[in-house]
């Protein structure tokens, strides 16, 4: 079993769609949970980062973890072409540890 | 201004030769790293700098070797390149107390032929 887990896609949905991104973990030693969006041919850059278990939102992005089932959640709201991209989760086992394991992204359109 | 850069943006090259890809980052941090990201986009760390100093050495081939000259600078050098090797590579910051936020690199597209 891999450490991260993501459906790789690619999802298509309608612009003004919501969006659920998702990934799951085997690592019961994560604590601190990114997501990450890549445009086609850039680097990934950060878009949501939460510690712990617990819900935190930016703008039109909501990012959902749940430790106990080792899960955690992307919500994009109000969906814009512009959101198109591959959305990888990020997770790392604590404040300082410099080791990042990746999902291996979902692929998004939004279809405008 | 750019953050983190990298040059080349593309290489390509034959089977066998040596390469070096550079990178350099004006954000201050003291933590950097290089990334592979495979065909299938799977992104997986290979090694990571914090002052200089070696802390991540993934299992990578020992042709892979990264050189950290001062705190804003990490390369890669790569000898004996292989079709195996083509991916793209990124590079990354971050400061040693936020390793979990990183901020990455515009990556160099690597072809070897």
């Known amino acids: 079993q891999k450490e991260v887990e993501q459906d790789p896609g690619p999802l298509s949905v309608p612009e003004g769609a919501i969006v659920s991104l998702n990934c799951t973990y085997s690592n019961s030693a994560f604590q601190y949970f990114m997501w990450y969006r890549q445009y086609s041919r850039k680097g990934p850059e950060l878009l949501m980062y939460?510690?712990?278990?617990g819900n935190k939102e930016d703008g039109r992005f909501t990012a959902q973890v749940d430790k106990s089932s080792k899960y955690i959640s992307l919500f994009i709201r109000d969906s814009q072409p512009s959101d198109s991209a591959t959305y990888l989760c990020a997770m790392s086992t604590g404040a300082g540890s410099y080791q990042l394991t990746f999902g291996k992204g979902t692929k998004l359109s939004v279809i405008p | 201004d750019t953050a983190v850069s990298q040059t080349p943006k593309y290489l390509v090259t034959q089977m066998g030769n040596d390469k070096s890809i550079k990178c350099e980052q004006n954000?201050?941090?003291?933590?950097m790293y290089w990334y592979k990201q495979d065909s299938k986009k799977f992104l997986k760390i290979m090694f990571s700098y914090n002052n200089k100093e070696l802390i991540i050495n993934e299992t990578v081939p020992n042709r892979f070797s990264p050189k950290s000259p001062d705190k804003a600078h990490l390369n890669l050098h790569i000898n004996s390149l292989e079709l195996g090797d083509s991916a793209v590579y990124f590079c990354a910051s971050s400061q040693s107390d936020r390793g979990e936020t990183q901020y990455f690199g515009p990556g160099t597209r690597l072809l070897v032929l």
């Open positions: 939460t510690y712990s278990s």
């Open positions: 954000l201050g941090h003291d933590t």
